[in-house]
C-alpha cells in the first residue's frame, strides 16, 4: 500500500506543471507580469501597460523581448478576463484535475470561436459515415449467411435448371454454378431479407436530417388528407390504405406485408 501510494503521490507529481502549463506554458502567468495571485484588475492593466513599454516589439527590436511579449500579452490576456483568469486560479489549486481544466481551457478559447453549424454538419457526416460503414457490414454478413442456407443453394440450381433446360454443361469453368444465374439469384434474395436491408444514403442520418422539413410536411399532408377522406367525407377506405391499416393491425412492416401479398 505504501508503495501505491508513493507511486500515485508521484504520478501527480508528473501532472502538476502539466495542468496549468496550457494557459502559459511552462511559466506563470501571474510571474510574468510581476504579480501576485491576489491582484485586482487595475493591477493587472497597469503591470501590461508597463511591461509593453519595455518589450514590445516596436519599443524593443531584441528578438528575445518579442519573445518574452508574445509570453505577456498571454498572461494578460488570460488574466485580465475575470472568468479565464477564475478557471486560471482553479488549475493552479486543483492540478490533479488535468482533464477538466484542460477542457475548460479549450471551451473557453475555442469554443466561442466555432461556428456551431459546421459543428453539426461534422458531427452528422461523422455519424452517417458511422452509420453506412455498419449497415453495409451487417448487409454483407447477412447475404453470406443467405448462401449458406440448403434454400438458397436449391433454389440456385434451380434457376441453372431452368436457364440450361436441364442439360448440364460440360466446359471446364462451368463445375459452379453461372455467375448470372447466382447473381439474379442475390438480386431476389436481397428483397426477402427482413431486419437487414441494403444500404442507402436516403436512411442515413445526415440525409433525413436535411430533408426533415420535408418528411415533416409530408407526414402532415398525408394526415390531413387522411383526416378529411376518412374522418369528414366518410369515404370508403382504398385499397392501399386497406392494406396499411391491416399492417397497423397486426404490427407488421408494410414491405413484409407486400411480400407475403404481392397485389396490395
Known sequence: MAAASHLLSFFLLLLLPASNAIYCDEDDCYDLLGLKQDANASDIKKAYYKLSLKYHPDKNPDPESRKLFVKIANAYEILKDESTREQYDYAIEHPEEVFYNTAQ?????????????????????????FQYINQLTRYNQAMESVKQTPAYKNRLKALEFERTGGIASKKKGHKQVDKKVEEELSNEVELQIHGVEKPSVWRLYGVQFILLPYSIGKVLSWKICWFWRYRVKKLPYTWEDACYLTCISLQIPVNTWKNIEPYC
Open 105 to 129: 481551457y479549450y471551451r473557453a478559447y475555442y469554443g466561442h470561436k466555432t461556428d456551431p453549424r459546421a459543428v453539426l454538419i461534422g458531427l452528422l457526416l461523422i455519424v452517417s459515415a
